[in-house]
């Protein structure tokens, strides 16, 4: 509770000071530049899905709902929001789905291809928060409005690829895009790294298996520069205070990334000496 209050504190303040930084820009007769956040979400309960349809409005309230799929158009002094999921769950389909699909919100689901009708083996069984979920089926896969819905690989397995080998990664990221494409009869150009974990060697991978673009869970700003290949993701849930989302759905929790870099670095020099 105490790190979430300092997350949101330290989220306020640099909300405030890059709305001066926008209010400076427009004293001088220019305008702030587009931003957009991808945002990725697991799960919607069934007690969760008020509270899911108030953010959504949130979104269509503080900033302008896009598909990862289309060919984007950026305006400056706009705020584009993009709306994921990772695992794809059923739950989705019975509460998220209705809730997007009246406020004509775009959504992309990330799906493990090799759980598809099983419970999710990487969840631990005293999370309770998602003891009853199961992931889709190709067939549910397959029913899925198309005009809301794009799907993405989430790898097969859900594996760390940090733990396993080259030769494992790779199959993982390419025969998760051969599994779906064959339900959907589609093109499959979107991958979500399962945990947020990859290297420089996965990314190549995923070029060179034909993916447009690939989404890390690090909470950076997304385009607007299309040749951008790794896209970063703020992490939201339907339990998140109004104004922590809010904050969210601006960009404010982007500084997260330094203290994620500073850990980074701190496991690369403690690690080899163990």
């Not at 001088?28 to 956040?37: D, F, I, R």
């Not at 991808?38 to 008020?50: A, C, D, G, N, T």
């Not at 959504?107 to 631990?124: A, C, E, M, Q, Y």
């Not at 150009?189 to 420089?200: D, K, M, V």
Request: aromatic share 12%.
């Amino acid at each position: 509770m105490i790190t979430r209050f300092l997350k949101l504190s330290f989220s306020i303040f640099f909300w405030t000071i890059e709305y001066i930084g926008k209010v400076f820009l427009y004293m001088l007769g220019k305008q702030a530049p587009a931003t957009c956040v991808i945002l990725y979400y697991h799960i919607v309960s069934e007690k969760q899905r008020i509270g899911f349809a108030r953010q959504l409005d949130d979104i269509l309230r503080w900033g302008k709902p896009i598909s990862l799929n289309d060919n984007n158009t950026f305006s400056n002094d706009n705020n584009y929001v993009a709306v994921t999921f990772d695992d794809g769950f059923q739950s989705i389909i019975e509460n998220a789905l209705p809730e997007l699909k009246k406020r004509h919100i775009p959504v992309t689901i990330f799906i493990p291809s090799g759980n598809l009708g099983k419970r999710p083996h990487w969840i631990d069984e005293n999370n309770f928060e998602h003891q009853n979920e199961i992931v889709m089926t190709s067939e549910q896969i397959k029913n899925l409005d198309k005009d809301l819905v794009t799907i993405g690989s989430h790898c097969v397995s859900h594996s760390d690829l940090l733990f396993l080998d080259d030769k494992d990664a790779e199959k993982e990221i390419l025969t998760s895009k051969e599994i779906l494409e064959d339900i959907l009869k589609a093109e499959i150009n979107l991958l979500s790294f399962p945990h947020g974990a990859f290297s420089e060697s996965h990314v190549q991978m995923a070029r060179q298996a034909g993916y447009k673009q690939v989404f890390s869970i690090l909470p950076t700003l997304a385009y607007p520069h299309k040749n951008k290949f790794v896209m970063g993701r703020v992490r939201v849930d339907p339990s998140d205070l109004p104004l922590e989302f809010r904050l969210k759905i601006l960009g404010a929790y982007r500084w997260l990334l330094v203290i994620f870099n500073i850990k980074k670095k701190i496991r690369k020099f403690i690690l080899p000496k163990i």
